[in-house]
Each structure stands twice: as structure tokens, then as C-alpha cells.
């Protein structure tokens, strides 16, 4: 039930409510003293909710001029329905089972001040003597300051979190890219070092590697040596069977070959059906006769391409550093020379590089020159 009175009608209830109480247990100078000179909201409140005493600082949070104005009036007279509800919730809790309520954060928005504002509320069962309960006293403190300062810490965390968040993308992103940039260049890397057909080391790589291992033999002061292995008749199978065949049958030799390779020796492809192979590290003769027969015997070996077999065989010259050569240009140029003899006397055969070769080599060139056809005009 709502009480609506005069100040001086507000003042009277106070006063007839005060001394009603046994003993004195509210002193009416104490109450003043308080309203005064405490910057909280205190405040009292009958069994009924109704205020029996308020502070200056609990009129002003209610949008009134003068405490008095609060005397004998609940909150359903000040507040929204539903926050006045929550309200008389909370107190019939401590007044019907004397209950604390401590140090509650609560968000004044609905109240009636200029700004929100953020408060911690403890309301208290008051009794009299006889331990029975005759009231309660609320206490609110403004905390909305700490509040702000609470809620901005808790934006900047967010933002930071979420900065942090965003950075870490950035990073994995940036690191893929990168990683995929690094992929991309080693992978041109490697298509301008190797065969794109077979896998093997092209031309330019074939020739860095054999000017290394020609710089490591001199230094070790040991032989190396360099094969050359041309197909026989790796033509007709193109010719016959069309290029899509020959160059199946190029993998599959490529895989056979490198089967028969020592781990530490190179095996390239320097065009066409043309191979080169350095060995770098000593071997004896027998040894060396192993590797040759066993590559004329994988080559040899047939091949199912298309449901058809294909065989063909190879010619083989070789030449060692550095008997037969000191330099790149000269060691290939030898091992060629050698290849081309084993493949006149009629292929599937090795030769071994002799100065005499260097002659036939040379006729070949000549020959060569004088079957190309004339430059246009």
C-alpha cells in the first residue's frame, strides 16, 4: 500500500516509528548524523518496505529534493513496476527469513539519475529486543568509477585478445604464404635443374655436377669416370609406336638405370634418348664390368608399352679423369666419342675412349655439318 503524506506529515511518521521502538533502538540524533555526514545511500525500511529514514545521498539517487519526501513511501511510488518488484523481492527474503544481503553489484539504469550508475547494496534485517524483526537497513555504495575502469580492462582484454587473435592469423597466413612462396620457388628450382620427363638431372645440372666432382677428384687427387649411353633404335619405337610410347619407354629406363646406380653416383639426361653417368668414386675392374653389363642388361630387357613389347638395346663409351680429359667440355666431348664407336660396331656394346676416337669424333662432326640443311634467307 502506498502512503502519501506532507513533510511534516513524513517527519511525524519518522518520530511516532522511532519511539515506538524499544529502548530507543533507533536514535533520532544517530539518523541525522548519518544523513548528514555519511557520502552512501543509507536507509531504513519497515516490515511494509516502506522508508522510515533516508540519507541525502539515497534522495538524490531517487530524483528528490529533500529526504523527507521518502518518509512513509516504498519504491513502487519512485521505481519502474518491475524493478520496485525485484526490490520488494529481495527484502521480504531478509525480512521473513533475516537473510543478509551483502555487497550486491547491482546496475542502476532504471534509476531516476542523470547517468547510470553502478552500486554495491547490502540490506540487513533490523530487531528489537525480543529478537523479533521490526525492519531493515539497506546501505548502497557507488562504485561506478571502479566499474568503468573494470569494464574498460575488460574491453581492452577483449580487444587485446582479440588483436592477439587477429595477429596470429596474420602470422599463419603470412607464414603459409610464405611457405608456399619458398614451395613455389624451389619447385622452379628444380624444373630449371631437371628433366621434365624423367626426373633426372638436365643438361646444366649434369654439368655443374661433373665440374664439382672433377674439382673433388683433384683434390682427393683420384679418378672419376663419365659414361655416355645412347638407345639403339629408340627412333624406330617413336616412329612406329608414336612419341607418347618412347616417352613411357624413356621412364621406364630412366627407373631400371638409376636401380643399377650406386647411391653416391649421378645418373642425367642430356636430351633425346642420351644419357650421361658419373662415377665418382673408385672401383676395379671387375667392378666397373659389373655396372656396364648390367646396364646393356636392363636396358635390353623388354618392355610392355600399349599391350605391346618394345626392346632396345644401348651403346656405351666411357672416358676417366683425368687420362682422358681435365675439363668438362673435353671429358663429355670424349665419352661421346667412345659411345659413337660402340654404336658403329653395331650397338649393345661399351668402348672406352682412345685418341683415336677423337678422329672418328671429328669426321662425325663434319658429317653432321654438311647433312643440315641450309639456313633460310
Not at 672419376?224 to 616417352?247: I, P, W, Y
Not at 639426361?269 to 671387375?286: Q, V
Not at 660396331?345 to 640443311?373: C, F, I, M
Amino acid at each position: 500500500m502506498t502512503v502519501r503524506s506532507e513533510r511534516s506529515s513524513n517527519s511525524a511518521f519518522t518520530d511516532r516509528y522511532i519511539e515506538s521502538a524499544p529502548d530507543g533502538a533507533f536514535e533520532h540524533t544517530l539518523l541525522r548524523a548519518l544523513a548528514q555526514n555519511v557520502p552512501h545511500r543509507i536507509y531504513a525500511k519497515d516490515l511494509h518496505g516502506r522508508f522510515i529514514f533516508a540519507n541525502d545521498s539515497v534522495a538524490k539517487g531517487m530524483g528528490v529534493s529533500d529526504s523527507t519526501e521518502l518518509l512513509g513511501k516504498t519504491d513502487f511510488d519512485f521505481y519502474p513496476f518491475e524493478l520496485a518488484s525485484e526490490y520488494h523481492r529481495q527484502e521480504q527474503e531478509v525480512l521473513r527469513h533475516g537473510r543478509s544481503l551483502l555487497n550486491q553489484e547491482e546496475h542502476a539504469k532504471y534509476l531516476l539519475l542523470e547517468s547510470e550508475a553502478w552500486l554495491v547494496t547490502t540490506k540487513v534485517a533490523v530487531r528489537n529486543e525480543a529478537g523479533e524483526i521490526i525492519g531493515l537497513v539497506g546501505i548502497n555504495y557507488e562504485i561506478t568509477t571502479q566499474k568503468a575502469a573494470e569494464l574498460a580492462l575488460q574491453a581492452a582484454h577483449a580487444m587485446a585478445a582479440d588483436a592477439t587473435l587477429r595477429l596470429q592469423a596474420t602470422v599463419a597466413r603470412l607464414d603459409l604464404e610464405v611457405k608456399e612462396r619458398q614451395r613455389f620457388e624451389q619447385e622452379l628450382r628444380h624444373q630449371a635443374m631437371h628433366d621434365a620427363l624423367t626426373g633426372l638431372p638436365n643438361r646444366a645440372l649434369l654439368m655443374d655436377r661433373i665440374e664439382q666432382a672433377i674439382e673433388l677428384a683433384r683434390h682427393r687427387n683420384q679418378p672419376l669416370t663419365l659414361l655416355f649411353l645412347d638407345l639403339d633404335r629408340f627412333k624406330l619405337v617413336n616412329d612406329s609406336l608414336g612419341h607418347a610410347a618412347g616417352d613411357e619407354l624413356l621412364r621406364v629406363l630412366t627407373r631400371r638405370l638409376g636401380r643399377v646406380m650406386s647411391l653416391g653416383d649421378t645418373l642425367g639426361r642430356l636430351g633425346g634418348d642420351e644419357f650421361i653417368l658419373l662415377l665418382t668414386e673408385p672401383m676395379s675392374a671387375n667392378a666397373f664390368a659389373d655396372l656396364t653389363g648390367n646396364l646393356l642388361r636392363v636396358v635390353a630387357e623388354p618392355v610392355l608399352i600399349a599391350e605391346r613389347e618394345v626392346s632396345v638395346t644401348c651403346s656405351l663409351g666411357y672416358c676417366v679423369y683425368p687420362r682422358d680429359g681435365a675439363d668438362v667440355t673435353t671429358l663429355v666431348k670424349h665419352a661421346d666419342a667412345a659411345m659413337y664407336g660402340a654404336k658403329k660396331d653395331g650397338g649393345n656394346r661399351v668402348w672406352q675412349y682412345t685418341a683415336a676416337l677423337s678422329s672418328h669424333a671429328g669426321e662425325r662432326l663434319e658429317l653432321e655439318t654438311q647433312l643440315k640443311p641450309p639456313a633460310s634467307q
